[in-house]
């Protein structure tokens, strides 16, 4: 009888664990903030099953060995095959907790799995349209702020450098500036270039402008 009033009690514990990882599931799809949290519940959740099973062991021996001093008091077994009987239940009972808990730990490491397969695509997806709308806007500028640079040079403004947004720009919209510079100018970008993304076809059309 206690056998199996500790089994129906790790069923029930059991099962209460299920919901935790439906909800780490739900949260994640909010994003990292929100699974993250969602992971600490279900270690939570599986400490609390763990706890609530050895509970439930130590009940069942409790009632485990009210039975058997009962049996050694009217003669029907001796205390020490009392004894090792409780114990050798008590073990199984244990060795039953732990596969349980190793199970569930098993199922949830699946679950947050599935999980960051699932959200992995959906990040690129979003990685790469904010690179294409960065695009958009860098090339929809290009014109007016190559424009706003031959102006500063006229009126002699040189802060920020001779050419604006330059470690936004593509080699195409770089080289298409660097006519325009003086050898000063251009010494300039060549040391910031160099010290920078080192690119060779902007450090090679620098180098051509000033010969």
Do not use: C, W
């Not at 470690?167 to 660097?178: E, F, G, N, P």
């Amino acid at each position: 009888m206690a056998t199996r009033s500790g089994g129906s009690r790790s069923g029930r514990s059991s099962g209460s664990t299920r919901p935790s990882a439906k909800g780490g599931a739900g949260s994640g799809r909010t994003g990292s903030a929100r699974r993250s949290a969602a992971t600490a519940r279900s270690d939570k959740s599986v400490e609390a099953f763990r706890d609530a099973l050895e509970r439930s062991v130590t009940l069942s021996r409790d009632r485990l060995q009210e039975v058997v001093d009962d049996a050694v008091r009217r003669g029907r077994m001796t205390r020490n095959d009392a004894n090792e009987l409780v114990s050798s239940m008590i073990t199984r009972g244990r060795h039953y907790t732990d596969d349980l808990v190793k199970e569930l730990e098993r199922l949830l490491d699946q679950a947050r799995r599935e999980l960051e397969s699932r959200m992995r695509p959906t990040r690129r997806r979003a990685t790469k349209a904010a690179g294409r709308a960065a695009r958009v806007a860098r090339d929809a500028a290009d014109t007016p702020l190559a424009q706003a640079d031959r102006l500063r040079r006229r009126a002699g403004v040189s802060a920020g450098g001779p050419i604006t947004a330059y470690d936004q720009l593509t080699v195409a919209q770089i080289k298409s500036r660097l006519g325009d510079l003086s050898a000063a100018e251009l010494r300039q970008l060549r040391t910031r270039e160099k010290s920078g993304k080192a690119r060779k076809g902007v450090l090679s059309e620098i180098e051509r402008q000033l010969k």
